[in-house]
């Protein structure tokens, strides 16, 4: 989709610790993309980038880093996709997943140039007890929070509005909540509208004096 494709993207950096972290630059806003290691989350990063950037792999959990990428979209300014870790996979030993959440949650939680989070959720499965919670957290700390529903193609068109009228429901209420997106990186599906949400987070309008 060309009118969605940026200019540029590049891989900049990851972080196993917060002083491993980058310095944050008010100049360019982070957008952080969350969600089950297995929800399709590296091939909706590389949808966004253009490019092959953030690695796919067939064993879910293998992202133990937060990956940063600059990315400069095709319309307005650049901005900085952030990877988090996935979450809520068995696979995955309990210990090495509960390891993850202070270097998540210090992220989430101190870093000034935060806009947004992109919370995915596997439209087959719809939101499960992580993201019913995690929402509601990111929601109280003023985190604008964009649904995204992965996977849209798996299911037909008559049953993907249901499940986002769901989804919408479960996760809560409040002005930081938006309007979940149905995505399928494989068909291009939502991408177009998942960019403008993700301007309009990342680059809010000033408010009228």
Not at 7 to 32: G, H, N
Not at 57 to 86: C, H, M, Q, Y
Request: hydrophobic share 45%; proline share 9%; with cysteine.
């Amino acid at each position: 989709m060309p009118s969605t494709r940026p200019r540029s993207a590049k891989f900049v950096v990851s972080a196993a610790a917060p002083k491993d972290f980058p310095p944050a630059d008010a100049a360019l806003p982070e957008v952080a993309i969350a969600g089950r290691s297995n929800v399709g989350k590296s091939s909706l990063i590389n949808a966004l980038c253009g490019a092959d950037l953030a690695r796919t792999s067939r064993t879910p959990g293998r992202t133990r880093l937060i990956n940063w990428f600059r990315v400069e979209p095709a319309k307005g300014g650049p901005l900085a996709l952030v990877d988090l870790p996935g979450y809520g996979y068995a696979q995955v030993d309990r210990s090495m997943r509960e390891s993850w959440r202070p270097l998540i949650e210090s992220y989430l939680e101190g870093r000034s140039a935060l806009r947004a989070v992109v919370l995915l959720v596997d439209i087959r499965r719809g939101a499960e007890d992580e993201e019913l919670d995690f929402a509601p957290w990111l929601l109280a700390r003023n985190i604008t929070v964009i649904p995204v529903l992965t996977k849209a193609d798996k299911l037909g068109k008559a049953q993907r509005q249901p499940i986002a009228a769901k989804l919408q429901k479960d996760l809560g209420k409040g002005p930081a909540l938006a309007r979940p997106i149905l995505f399928s990186a494989h068909e291009g599906l939502g991408l177009d509208e998942l960019w403008r949400a993700i301007a309009r987070a990342a680059f809010p309008p000033k408010a009228q004096a």
